[in-house]
C-alpha cells in the first residue's frame, strides 16, 4: 500500500534555470513560441523539490500505462530498451510536444493508427534500442492548462549521436508530426566531475 503523501515515483520533473546535472547545450523552437532560454536543467524523480524561486521554469510529466502500443510490442520494447542514467549516456535531449485539438479529437484506435500503422513510431524506436534510452512523460494527466502534453527524455553516448539525429529525424517525417502545434527541443551534456 502507498502511504499518503509518498512521492508518485512515476512523476519526473524538470527544472530549468542556473542549476542541474545536465548542461544546455542548445534550446530550439521548431514550432510554437520558445520557453525561457536556460544554462542548466535539473531532472527530479518523483516530488519537486520545495525551493524553485530561480527556476526559469518548471515543466511536469508522469510515465503512465501504454495508450498506443500492442502485447507484442510492448514486449520487444521491455526486452530491448535500457533504463536512462547509464554512465555512459552523457548525451540526452528533452523534447518538449504539443498536439494539435485534431489529434485529441480522434477516438484512441484512430490516433493509433496515424502513430504505428502510418507513421511507424514503435518500429522506428525499436531500431535504435537500447542505445538510445527513453522516457516519455505524460502531462496532460497531470494539468487541464499544460503547455506541453508530453516530455519526452532521451540518453545515450557522445558515440550513438549520429544514430540519435537518424531517429529523430525519421520520426519527424511522419504523418504523427504533422500534428504537432509545438516543439521545443533542448540539448544536454552531462559535464565531466
Not at 539525429?165 to 516543439?183: F, H, I, V
Request: proline letters at 6%; a negative charge.
Amino acid at each position: 500500500m502507498t502511504e499518503i503523501g509518498a512521492p508518485n515515483r512515476r512523476a519526473t520533473t524538470f527544472i530549468g534555470g542556473n542549476g542541474g546535472e545536465w548542461a544546455v547545450v542548445s534550446q530550439r523552437a521548431l514550432l510554437g513560441p520558445p520557453i525561457a532560454a536556460v544554462s542548466r536543467v535539473a531532472m527530479i524523480f518523483g516530488s519537486t523539490p520545495g525551493d524553485c524561486r530561480d527556476a526559469a521554469w518548471i515543466l511536469r510529466g508522469v510515465a503512465t500505462n501504454d495508450r498506443y502500443t500492442t502485447r507484442e510490442e510492448k514486449h520487444s520494447l521491455v526486452e530491448k530498451q535500457v533504463p536512462i542514467g547509464r554512465p555512459e549516456a552523457t548525451r540526452a535531449a528533452l523534447i518538449l510536444l504539443r498536439k494539435n485539438a485534431d489529434w485529441w479529437a480522434m477516438p484512441q484506435d484512430e490516433r493509433r493508427a496515424v502513430l504505428e500503422e502510418q507513421s511507424h513510431h514503435i518500429a522506428i524506436g525499436l531500431r535504435y534500442l537500447p542505445a538510445v534510452a527513453r522516457r516519455l512523460l505524460h502531462c496532460r494527466d497531470l494539468e487541464s492548462e499544460a503547455p506541453f502534453d508530453f516530455l519526452g527524455f532521451l540518453d545515450f553516448a557522445p558515440a550513438d549521436e549520429v544514430a540519435f539525429e537518424d531517429m529523430l529525424g525519421q520520426l519527424r517525417s511522419t504523418k504523427e508530426w504533422s500534428y504537432m502545434e509545438r516543439e521545443i527541443d533542448i540539448r544536454l551534456v552531462k559535464p565531466d566531475r
